[in-house]
């Protein structure tokens, strides 16, 4: 597996020619962030030796490169999630073959179910940390020394420096966010109410599908993390509707200009 990381990263390097400073995967609806970028290169996965290919609607399958806020960034437009048949350790390819790339910071996105009664549609909240509720791992199996260690800390999933960066930038141009704990499930079923009921009471004030093995991953390479998720709907008795993708890529849409905004302010302050 190790070589097969940094064959990729080779392949990749001899196409951009240098390294990249931040890696950012883009989740559902927050695709509209590479408009943000200043593209030097934009690779189809199915172009890229040993990529998986993302199969989710709102989900470009590219990988593109260039610069955001004066910094080299790599970003995935597409994700990989484990409710596509993908294993963990194909979920978090990409963001090891970042390592490789470069990258000192990773930041993450993604679309939720908010499921603290303080929380509204369309909010953005800043995660600040999460709980694995996929019934696996990514580091599972034989650990990659050169990649981490055995058994990895996991006090400080998300960054305390850049959660108050954000917060600062936030406070600065007038944008509201929520702060708290994300819950990662397998899907690809919504949560039923009373799956809402059980996050809620473990300690999760949102609920989805992905983020949580790419930031394990990371935290086992010593990449610092920072995530934002977009409450798409609502799991509190009383505000439950039915759900469909499409609501939620909606959703999420609206909300990108402000998390765009973060995100470049956020990057461009990095030394």
Same mark, same amino acid.
């Given at each position: 597996?190790?070589?097969?990381?940094?064959?990729?990263?080779?392949?990749?390097?001899?196409?951009?020619?240098?390294?990249?400073?931040?890696?950012?995967?883009?989740?559902?609806?927050?695709?509209?962030?590479?408009?943000?970028?200043?593209?030097?290169?934009?690779?189809?996965?199915?172009?890229?030796?040993?990529?998986?290919?993302?199969?989710?609607?709102?989900?470009?399958?590219?990988?593109?490169?260039?610069?955001?806020?004066?910094?080299?960034?790599?970003?995935?437009?597409?994700?990989?999630h484990y409710y596509e048949g993908y294993s963990m350790n194909e979920v978090v390819f990409p963001v090891r073959v970042m390592?490789?790339?470069?990258?000192?910071?990773?930041?993450?996105?993604?679309?939720?179910?908010?499921?603290?009664?303080?929380?509204?549609?369309?909010?953005?909240?800043?995660?600040?940390?999460?709980?694995?509720?996929?019934?696996?791992?990514?580091?599972?199996?034989?650990?990659?020394?050169?990649?981490?260690?055995?058994?990895?800390?996991?006090?400080?999933?998300?960054?305390?420096?850049?959660?108050?960066?954000?917060?600062?930038?936030?406070?600065?141009?007038?944008?509201?966010?929520?702060?708290?704990?994300?819950?990662?499930?397998?899907?690809?079923?919504?949560? $039923?109410?009373? @799956?809402?009921?059980?996050? +809620?009471?473990? #300690?999760?004030?949102? =609920? &989805?599908? %992905? $983020?949580?093995? @790419?930031?394990?991953?990371? +935290?086992?390479? #010593?990449?610092?993390? =920072? &995530?934002? %998720?977009?409450?798409?709907?609502?799991?509190?008795?009383?505000?439950?509707?039915?759900?469909?993708?499409?609501?939620?890529?909606?959703?999420?849409?609206?909300?990108?200009?402000?998390?765009?905004?973060?995100?470049?302010?956020?990057?461009?302050?990095?030394?």
């Open positions: 597996m190790l070589k097969t990381i940094k064959s990729t990263a080779k392949h990749l390097l001899s196409i951009v020619g240098e390294q990249h400073e931040v890696g950012i995967i883009l989740g559902t609806g927050l695709g509209d962030l590479v408009s943000e970028i200043e593209v030097t290169h934009s690779l189809a996965y199915e172009d890229i030796p040993n990529f998986p290919v993302s199969t989710v609607e709102g989900h470009s399958g590219k990988l593109i490169f260039g610069s955001l806020g004066g910094k080299r960034v790599v970003a995935l437009q597409g994700r990989f390592k490789f790339l470069g990258i000192k910071t990773l930041v993450v996105s993604n679309a939720s179910g908010g499921v603290n009664p303080d929380f509204e549609i369309g909010d953005i909240m800043l995660m600040d940390d999460h709980i694995n509720l996929f019934g696996d791992n990514p580091l599972i199996g034989k650990n990659m020394d050169e990649l981490g260690p055995r058994f990895p800390d996991m006090s400080e999933p998300y960054d305390r420096s850049l959660i108050k960066k954000v917060q600062d930038i936030a406070k600065e141009n007038s944008i509201d966010i929520q702060q708290g704990t994300y819950a990662g499930l397998s899907g690809p079923t919504l949560e $039923t109410p009373a @799956e809402y009921n059980y996050v +809620r009471a473990i #300690g999760a004030d949102t =609920v &989805g599908m %992905s $983020t949580v093995p @790419e930031v394990i991953a990371a +935290r086992h390479m #010593g990449i610092p993390c =920072v &995530g934002f %998720s977009i409450i798409t709907d609502l799991g509190i008795p009383g505000k439950i509707i039915e759900m469909t993708h499409e609501i939620v890529q909606e959703v999420a849409k609206k909300s990108t200009p402000k998390v765009t905004k973060i995100v470049k302010d956020l990057i461009q302050g990095f030394r």
